[in-house]
């Protein structure tokens, strides 16, 4: 009889196609009836080395593979980190990810760009109106000194 177990990654790396999921479950306390969390923390054998910190996985026994592993990968409910830095299931998913990233930053800097644009327009527009009220104000002060000589 195959048993299946649901848990999180929580070591990887460190040992070949091996890796630790922690698997909770609750239990009612005896006297308080209060519900307790346990974690169980499981060998498991991971052949193609793709799983990292953080995956949610289903997990199912196997024969022995070593003496503490009993478990076997068997799919990867979800990924930790989205996925944006490595994949190595599916690759090609990753490439996308990776573009779709690069177009965000793309279109922040334009972003950017056109509000700076925006910024020095109205920067001009207001240097512009004041030197046009100080030549304006100084032509009218001359003119008024001359009307007054004459």
């Known amino acids: 009889m195959t048993v299946s177990l649901i848990g999180k990654v929580t070591k990887s790396g460190c040992m070949n196609k091996t890796v630790t999921v922690s698997v909770d479950r609750w239990i009612q306390h005896e006297r308080t009836h209060k519900m307790i ?67 965000q930053q793309k279109q922040q800097q334009q972003k950017d760009q056109l509000d700076q644009a925006a910024k020095a327009s109205t920067r001009t527009t207001t240097t512009n109106a004041t030197t046009n009220a100080t030549t304006n104000a100084t032509t009218n002060a001359t003119e008024a000194t001359e009307s007054t000589k004459t």
């Open 37 to 103: 969390r346990q974690t169980t923390k499981v060998l498991t054998h991971d052949p193609k080395n793709v799983l990292r910190t953080e995956d949610t996985v289903r997990i199912k026994t196997c024969p022995r593979k070593s003496r503490k592993k009993f478990y076997e990968l068997d799919v990867i409910l979800k990924r930790g980190w989205d996925g944006l830095l490595f994949d190595r299931l599916n690759p090609t998913k990753a490439v996308p990810l990776l573009e779709r990233v690069k177009q």
